[in-house]
């Protein structure tokens, strides 16, 4: 379903941690945490399903401190961990940024970026940043949480562009492509300036607020398919 052959990602896809054969529980999660390790496995599951797992490019590899810990909490309760990273952002319908479009009433008909990542799409029924801001709180962030605007030269918005996470560096692609907006999970210093000068807003709402859509939808997919139970177990998570 997600292909993770066809990327070029930061660390593995798929199992990271094999534990048990037979499955008949998942619980999907955002990052393979402690906390959600341990509350995962209190929830029965057989194996875990996450976009961000324990192992990254740089990492020296080492079992000990944090990381030991979450891989003794998984190999003890004898869980399989599985991790999906840029495959299930990517993912056409059940990806991060395709579940974040549809919270938004998006849809993208064109991608652009380093290895298509990033969507875009017409805005639709968001034709201002007040409307794009406002829709962003509501369907992703949820009331009590700052979305981090830069608003751009006021244009009334044709084209909307999006990519969840960490993917501040996307906006000059995104710019590129056209995009009158764009949505993403973080801002660095740089986009700040980007957005004034080039008049096309920048929203950052949260890496982890807009990425807790992509797993449990990859996850409810697989486990149906499959005939498998799924629950999604949400960490909180003020990123
Ligand atoms: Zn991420």
Redesign the pocket.
Known sequence: MLRPDTFKDYGPNGLQVAGRAELRRVVSG??ASLAFIDAAIAAGADALLV??GLFWRGQDGRLTGWLGERVRRLMRADVNLFAY?LPL?AHAEFG?NAQLGRRLGLVADARFGDQQLGFIGDAAALRTLAALVAAVEQGVTGPGRAVTVVPGDGRPLARIAWC???AQGFFEDAIAAGADAFVT?EISEPQAHLARETGVAFIAAG??A??CFGAPAVAAAACAALGLEHRFIEIPNPA
């Open positions: 955002v990052t976009h961000h990273h952002d991060n969840t996470g960490g999970g890496h982890h807009t990425e």
